[in-house]
């Protein structure tokens, strides 16, 4: 403590995330900024027709949208979204909001065969053939994971499938899914070794995809071997995580991720668009601790969280379309607000998310987005469920890892309930057996079996101790 000049993000590592957040969250409360008005979207205006913003592709010169929906958290009829739920697709639902999106000059829609159990493509399939062909772009995936679908004849078929599921003759954006887990194996196995990449290019070459491109997750290597190769394969586009956390904090957080400062400014040295994906980082920058939010609703009382990132994912000039995956109304109508027409943000909107993207990263939570690639566990765990309860807990400033806090006893009784409401005990931390399993499927590169280890040890170290 003899640096005076210590750094908030140094202090918040130093005296524990939780006592900061708190005393935060206390300030704020007395600035008046409840946490019901943070993601109000009652307050909403209705969205202009006719001012979509539009990126130029400059391989085709088409005009890309530039808010993309992203077809992986569609409505059920039970209410939530086909990613969480097992429940049937609600199809008017996805129908009512392709509709409105393509109104409103959306154009781009990304699916994958692996999207909400496996039944995204038909969806959206349905949706976009009641329009005309050349009224939207359409993108998916050979999202051939499982070893299994490796041989080319399995990867053909899952190929040749999305055509049928998406009523379509032609592909206008193809990607290779997920480059990068499981590193320059992973490659090898499901398209180099077995010539998918080859017959993908053919392809193109025969008009039936008119955009080759892939999405990186994981080992930075394998970004940089296949834009190693673009002399060769000439890449139309790729898809990267980019958000004003990632930008100079993925690898920080994780230092297995790459931060999106360089996989951006890689493109750009070879003019590939970027399709830009996780705007949100799996909705952790629609949901920040409550004094930070307070920070971002007194410079923009009228604007959504959400909205500070779309804008900042849509500034860059070469960003063709940004995704997003809407299950509600409501998240579509905010998104088209911040697109109809953007405001890209200033150099000082700029310093400003960076400085929020600091306080974020000075919390040291676990980097999930929730997405779902590791399950099913095949020991039962729930591995988001845990990583997002302890997360919360992590931002709110109620994790008891303080035990001198007057409220450590209290904190950790709550703790202890909270847990097993949330998620059965047979699928906790505690049943994880240290497989590794999931963590090739991991998009942030989570040691996830360590962070299983050391939150079961924390709960345990929580139970011995007794519940005051």
Known sequence: MENKDISRRNFLKVMGAGAVSTAALSACRRAGIAPEVVNDYSAL?????????????????????????????????????????KEVIDQEQVNRLVDYAIEHGVNYFDTSPTYCQGNSETATGIALHRHPRNSYYVATKLSNFAPATWPREESMKMYRNSFHQLQVEYIDYYLLHGIGMGGMDNLRGRYLDNGMLDFLVAEREAGRIRNLGFSYHGDVNVFNYLLS?????????????????????????????????????????????????????????ANLPQY???????????????????????????????LSGMTYMEHLKDNLLSYCPLQPVSSDEENFLYHIAEEIAGMETIPCNDCKYCMPCPYGVNIPAI????????????????????????????YLIDIDRTIPSLRQASH?????????????????????????????????NGIA
């Open 45 to 85: 205006d209705e969205p202009p027709v006719g001012q979509m913003t539009y990126r130029r592709n400059p391989k085709t010169g088409e005009q890309v949208s530039l808010l993309g929906y992203g077809m992986m958290r569609l409505p059920v009829k039970g209410g939530g979204s086909a990613r969480e739920s």
């Open 387 to 414: 990583f997002v309860h302890y997360n919360k807990c992590k931002n709110e400033g109620t994790l008891p890892t303080n035990p001198y806090n007057a409220d450590y006893a209290r904190l950790r009784r709550q």
């Open 229 to 285: 190769q673009h002399d060769k394969y000439h890449w139309d586009f790729v898809q990267i995580e980019l958000n004003y956390l990632d930008w100079d904090y993925a690898n920080e957080i994780n230092d297995r991720n790459t931060d999106a400062r360089y996989l951006y400014g890689e493109l750009q040295k070879l003019g590939i668009p970027s399709v830009i994906m996780e705007p949100l980082l799996g909705g952790r920058l």
């Open 292 to 322: 930070l939010a307070a920070e971002l609703k007194r410079r923009e009382p009228q604007k959504t969280l959400a909205s500070w990132a779309f804008r900042y994912a849509g500034t860059p000039e070469g960003v063709l379309t940004v």
């Open 432 to 464: 994880c057996i240290g497989c590794h399993q999931c963590e090739e499927h991991c998009p942030a590169n989570i040691r996830i079996s360590y962070e299983m280890d050391r939150i079961d040890k924390f709960i345990d170290n929580l139970k011995r």
